[in-house]
């Protein structure tokens, strides 16, 4: 009996107890999916973190205060001290005292409402220097970034992220308006390209103009020398561990610190960040899979199940099949070609609904989150559901072929 | 796949065969059923039947007719004593080599039909070349070639749920004449059918008789028994003896 005569009577048996092929097949149908989904939304969230982390910018160490403590003892958290300086950062673009590190944008935070005509708009304003678009790896759609010479002179310009342009502007073009912050005039010199968004805000919309000009113009009195972040740029991949020494020790001695323990500041790496955030996911899509695999799983003993009642069922047939000449291999083949059909089926037809899912997924949800479909874990998950049929039918199926001829024909 | 040319020559009356299709000797077959005590079935029988010979065996229940009918088919194998099959010694074959000698050597008709409920007639009838791995096209002709034989050519795409139950043991017929057997065993071939369809069937057999084929036939209803040629009774394991001559007879036409 060759494969082909053995596949046409495991589907003509397959298709005659229809309900039951599919209830079965549905099991393992679920499994695959689940399989197929849950590791593309792993897989999606890995490569979304991960986009979101590069598009802070690359080979960026990033700096910000350390924790502070209110006379009332009442211990605030990282950041919340106002201990980094714009001398600081000036101290930190030193390229002798930190041959490794290639640029350095402090940033000076303020939420501003921008009024441009009658139209206003609420947005984190970022007080910075000229560098701060390559430090941010970020780009103009529009006009010019502010010089060095109008960090200088505290020049009244600024640049506008793309969302805040279109909320103040429209389809007019911003650059050469002027926009109203905080009563001061400045004039719009520029618009950045689409950034996108981060978990913490919006890249999109903002305003950036030279720290001096927020100092002078908008934030004023005791924090006028403060910064919020200082952003610094190594060399290369290879460099940023040596920047990162010598940023610390740099600003444990313009602070007056005797240690890294007692640090006002803190330094954190891109790479931790992304390191710390990809296994998270790892472990997430690991966990997510299992439990896929489990349902897998339960779908594999559905086939067993089905196909030791269909044995018991047929118990006729087989006999009538061995009567008439089918040796115990030829009853083996056709069961276990049933229950591969079963698996293969279920396979295919799940990962059809995984394809599907991961597209209609994300609208559902709600979420920009997308879920990666990738080959290999299509081939392997129709694969393993072929296996499953394979191992969950070989008991049955050397059950059906160890059948005696006369008692299978005795069974009424 | 055999087609014993021996069988198409011989003379339309059956005459004592020179070669035996069945040659039983001494055979016992015990059944031991867990703690029950031991079963003998069959207490030593021997019987011979012919080329062409249309013989039937007839018994009681519980006669051993029916263990005897199983040693026969190979389906299953006596327990002491010898069973050649067309000259083959069958005793000491494995279940694999056994259905193998089903396939070739033995056409099964029964009682209940056994006609799969899922495959047309034609696939039904087509089965056992299926398993003999006969190719498709000489399949094909043989199968049309049976199902004509037993007047079933413009029923050859119906499902069995489709036909008369006469219609269906024609089938079944069909599917056992389909591989050119050296023998064809039927069980009880007409105990599920009413007076025509039995006649139908019995007048199916005679004509086969006629073409050469050699037919043993396991009955309880003296209409069937009496068309053979030759009844052989079963009784407590034994062939009962007939005309004093021991149980084991050649003498067609005398048993009727």
Known sequence: MNWVEILRTAGASLVAHRLRSALTVLGILIGIAAVVLSVGLGLGSQQQVGAQISALGSNLLIVTPGSSTSTAGIRGGFGSASTLTVSDATALANRVAAPDIAAVAPEKDSSQT???????????????????????????????????????????????????????????????????????????????????????????????????????????????????????????????????????????????????????????SQNALLATVTSVSKTLTVLLAG???????????????????????????????KAIGAPPTAIRRQFLAEAIALGLTGGLLGALLGILGARLLPTLLSTTTPVIVSAPVVIGAVAVSMIIGLIFGVYPATRAARMAPIDALRTE | MTAPSTTAGLPRTATPATRPVIELR???????????????????????????????????????????????????????????????????????DL??????????????????????????????????????????????????????????????????????????????????????????????????????ILTLFDELIGQG??????????????????????????????????????MVGLTR
């Not at chain 2, 012919?50 to 194998?77: P, Q, R």
């Open chain 1, 114 to 268: 921008l009024a441009a005509g009658s139209t206003n708009w609420t947005t984190s304003v970022i007080g910075t220097t000229d560098s701060w678009l390559g430090v941010r790896s970020r780009t103009l759609a529009d006009g010019d970034f502010f010089t060095a010479t109008d960090v200088e002179n505290a020049s009244a310009v600024t640049v506008l992220g793309s969302a805040t342009a279109t909320e103040l502007f429209g389809t007019t073009n911003a650059v050469g308006q002027t926009v109203t912050i905080n009563s001061q005039p400045f004039t719009v010199v520029g618009v950045l390209a689409s950034a996108g968004s981060n978990s913490t805000s919006n890249l999109d919309d903002e305003a950036v103009m030279p720290i001096t000009a927020l100092a002078n113009d908008i934030a004023g009195g005791s924090t006028r020398n403060s910064v919020s972040t200082i952003y610094l740029k190594a060399a290369s991949q290879q460099t940023l561990s040596a920047a990162y020494q010598e940023a610390d020790a740099l600003l444990l001695n313009l602070h007056r610190l005797s240690g890294s323990a007692n640090a006002d500041f803190t330094i954190s």
């Open chain 1, 291 to 321: 439990i896929a695999a489990l349902s897998l799983l339960v779908g594999g003993i559905g086939v067993m199940n089905i196909m030791l009642v269909s044995v018991t069922e047929r118990t006729r047939e087989i006999g009538l099949r």
């Open chain 2, 26 to 96: 001494d055979v016992t077959k015990t059944y031991s059923s867990g703690s029950a005590a031991e079963v003998q079935a069959l207490k030593g029988l021997s019987l011979s039947v012919g080329t062409g010979e249309y013989v039937a065996v007839v018994g009681a229940s519980g006669s051993g007719k029916s263990t005897l009918m199983h040693i026969i088919g190979c389906l299953d194998t006596a327990t002491s004593g010898t069973y050649l099959l067309a000259g083959e010694n069958v005793g000491s074959l494995d279940e694999a």
């Open chain 2, 99 to 200: 259905a193998e000698i089903r396939n070739e050597r033995i056409g099964f008709v029964f009682q209940q039909f056994f006609l799969l409920a899922s495959l047309t007639a034609w696939r039904n009838v087509e089965l056992p070349l299926i398993y003999a791995g006969v190719p498709r096209r000489e399949r094909q002709a043989r199968t049309l070639a049976a199902l004509e034989r037993v007047g079933l050519a413009d029923r050859v795409n119906h499902k069995p749920a489709q036909l008369s139950g006469g219609q269906q043991q024609r089938a079944a017929i069909a599917r056992a004449l389909v591989t050119e057997p050296d023998l064809i065993l039927a069980d009880e071939p007409t105990g599920n059918l009413d007076s025509s369809a039995t006649e139908d």
């Open chain 2, 213 to 250: 084929s050699t037919v043993v036939v396991i009955t309880h209803e003296a209409e069937v028994a009496a068309r053979a040629h030759r009844t052989v009774r079963i009784k407590d394991g034994l062939i009962v003896p007939r005309h004093g001559d021991g149980g084991v007879t050649h």
